[in-house]
């Protein structure tokens, strides 16, 4: 999924809320493989 905001070191991608702390800190932009609600990877 595609990050499109940060706020509170949560990441919004396309309308949801993801958990950034396995893959550390991200910016829009930026593309993370998701799973329930937490970011598992940086792609």
């Known amino acids: 999924m ?3 905001a940060v706020i ?3 990441a ?3 309308g949801i ?3 950034t702390e396995l893959v ?3 910016a829009a932009g930026d ?3 998701v799973h329930a609600g ?3 990877v940086r792609l």
Do not use: H, K, Q, S
Request: proline letters at 0%.
């Open 24 to 26: 550390g800190e991200v």
């Open 2 to 4: 595609r990050v499109t």
């Open 31 to 33: 593309e993370l493989l």
């Open 12 to 14: 919004l991608c396309d």
């Open 17 to 19: 809320e993801v958990m």
């Open 38 to 40: 937490v970011a598992l």
């Open 8 to 10: 509170d070191g949560l």
